[in-house]
């Protein structure tokens, strides 16, 4: 039977856009026609290397090369049989490009998973109580996105899983940033909300930093060991300068780009913190989602692409002053890395934690490498390094995350004293 939603496009009509994405898009659709227009432009200099070329446009590429060398020159037939092929690449991809754009902003797939209880609230902040009768964990994610991708979907959710094993997950829902939380510091996320939060917690827990959120989970931990009986770091950065101190500069360089659109509102809008993202691999949105084109948009393999891009494309706004820091501190001057981090005054010194920590580097990751996140585990004595063979979120929500991360975590968590 046809699905109402796509009964248009089983008729030849197309089907109704459910969902906006990728963000921003016009980067994206740019990014995909300066690179069409620059794998013509190579064609001069035969850059058979150059992203927009297909592998078999590569080895023509290399091939014409070494016959031009031969020959001193490349014959003019020979060139123009490649320059189509390159105007035939390049269009092949722009029409894969649109087509899986379409199809994931037409998915049906949406995410019906409800919200537990919050044992605790603040602000537009929550703790979600996932229930379980073991030792309670208190997830602390990032404050750029939403904070759900540890509870994706069904299947797909680390912290329902835990919760069946017999552990108690709680989830900080940092919330949407309102008026008050458009000034806060790091500091004041710190040493403010996610303190009161610990105060607020049935007795010590484990508390669990996934990407950014590990930042502040290990300042906080630091701060208050009657609070936090031990730590589980997930994909944390930390030498932000490890894999390319220029890239990072870079990234610190465009804060002032940034500015007259913090004006606006007081944070850095979604569509900004996208962007930046997107400088991390530029060509990687475009070609995942020629690739989404080619599913069977039936598959779990299509959904759960939908679940991950629905929420990369709901992100939530970063206050001024975090960005700021951010940006000048963490990427530009790499303080956490040197030592000269600091929350409420204090340096933010890993080597001190006394309490069990579990680390887990992704070795995928191309959101916070394995050269960024290592050097946290190595600071820190006692630490316990895990290393999956997966990516930043797929380690947490991906189709292999059970055995990626999930149960390395819950042998950990089951493994040290109470």
Same mark, same amino acid.
């Given at each position: 039977?046809?699905?109402?939603d796509t009964a ?6 197309p ?10 898009l016009?980067?994206?659709l740019t990014?995909a026609?300066l690179k069409? &227009?620059a794998s013509l $432009?190579a064609l001069?200099?035969l850059?058979?290397?150059?992203p927009?070329w ?10 014409m090369?070494? %016959?031009?060398?031969?020959?001193q ?8 049989a490649?320059a189509? =092929? ?6 092949? %991809?722009?029409?894969a ?9 037409r998915h049906p797939?949406?995410? &019906?998973?409800d ?6 609230a603040e602000?537009g902040?929550?703790v979600?109580?996932?229930?379980? $009768? ?5 997830? !602390?994610p990032?404050l750029?996105?939403r904070?759900?991708?540890?509870d994706?979907a069904e299947?797909?959710?680390?912290? +329902?899983?835990? =919760? ?6 709680l989830?900080?829902?940092?919330g949407?940033p ?11 996320y710190?040493?403010?909300?996610l303190?009161r939060?610990l105060a607020a ?13 590990g930042?502040l989970?290990?300042?906080?931990a %630091? ?10 770091l997930?994909?944390t ?5 490890a894999v390319?101190?220029?890239?990072a500069?870079?990234m610190?360089?465009?804060l002032?780009l940034?500015?007259p ?11 900004a ?12 949105i ?10 069977? %948009?039936?598959?779990e393999r299509a959904?759960?692409f ?9 992100? !939530? ?8 820091a ?7 001057a790499n303080?956490?890395?040197r030592? !000269?981090?600091r929350?409420a ?7 001190a934690? +006394? &309490?069990?920590?579990f680390?887990?580097v ?21 630490a ?20 990626a ?9 089951n493994g040290?004293?109470p």
């Amino acid at each position: 039977m046809t699905r109402p939603d796509t009964a248009g496009a089983a008729h030849g009509r197309p089907g109704p856009l459910l969902r906006r994405g990728p963000r921003p898009l016009l980067l994206h659709l740019t990014l995909a026609m300066l690179k069409s &227009t620059a794998s013509l $432009s190579a064609l001069p200099n035969l850059n058979a290397g150059w992203p927009g070329w297909s592998a078999t446009l590569a080895e023509q590429a290399r091939a014409m090369a070494a %016959q031009a060398m031969a020959a001193q020159a490349m014959p003019a037939q020979a060139m123009a049989a490649l320059a189509e =092929a390159v105007l035939s690449e390049a269009g092949a %991809q722009d029409r894969a490009l649109i087509a899986g754009i379409a199809a994931y902003r037409r998915h049906p797939w949406t995410r &019906t998973l409800d919200d537990p209880p919050a044992i605790w609230a603040e602000g537009g902040s929550r703790v979600l109580d996932y229930g379980g $009768s073991g030792r309670p964990v208190l997830f !602390v994610p990032s404050l750029v996105n939403r904070a759900h991708v540890l509870d994706l979907a069904e299947g797909r959710s680390m912290l +329902r899983f835990l =919760a069946a094993q017999g552990v108690r997950p709680l989830l900080l829902d940092w919330g949407w940033p309102g008026a008050v939380e458009r000034q806060f510091t790091l500091t004041d996320y710190v040493a403010g909300r996610l303190e009161r939060a610990l105060a607020a917690l049935p007795g010590p827990v484990v508390l669990a930093g996934y990407c950014m959120g590990g930042l502040l989970a290990v300042a906080a931990a %630091q701060r208050r060991p009657d609070r936090v009986a031990a730590l589980a770091l997930l994909a944390t950065p930390w030498d932000f300068h490890a894999v390319d101190a220029e890239r990072a500069a870079a990234m610190a360089g465009l804060l002032p780009l940034l500015e007259p659109a913090i004006a606006l509102s007081g944070t850095v809008p979604i569509d900004a913190l996208q962007l930046l993202f997107a400088m991390l691999d530029p060509w990687s949105i475009a070609e995942k989602y020629r690739g989404f084109a080619s599913l069977d %948009q039936d598959s779990e393999r299509a959904r759960m692409f939908v679940a991950l891009e629905d929420w990369l494309n709901d992100g !939530v706004p970063l206050a001024a002053p975090v960005a700021r820091a951010c940006l000048a501190e963490w990427y530009g001057a790499n303080a956490p890395a040197r030592g !000269v981090w600091r929350i409420a005054g204090q340096p933010v010194d890993p080597a001190a934690l +006394r &309490t069990p920590v579990f680390v887990a580097v992704p070795g995928r990751d191309r959101i916070v490498p394995p050269e960024s996140a290592a050097p946290l585990a190595a600071l820190i004595p006692g630490a316990v390094l895990h290393t999956p063979r997966a990516g930043h979120v797929g380690m947490v929500a991906g189709a292999t995350a059970e055995r990626a991360l999930w149960r390395p975590l819950l042998e950990w968590l089951n493994g040290y004293p109470p």
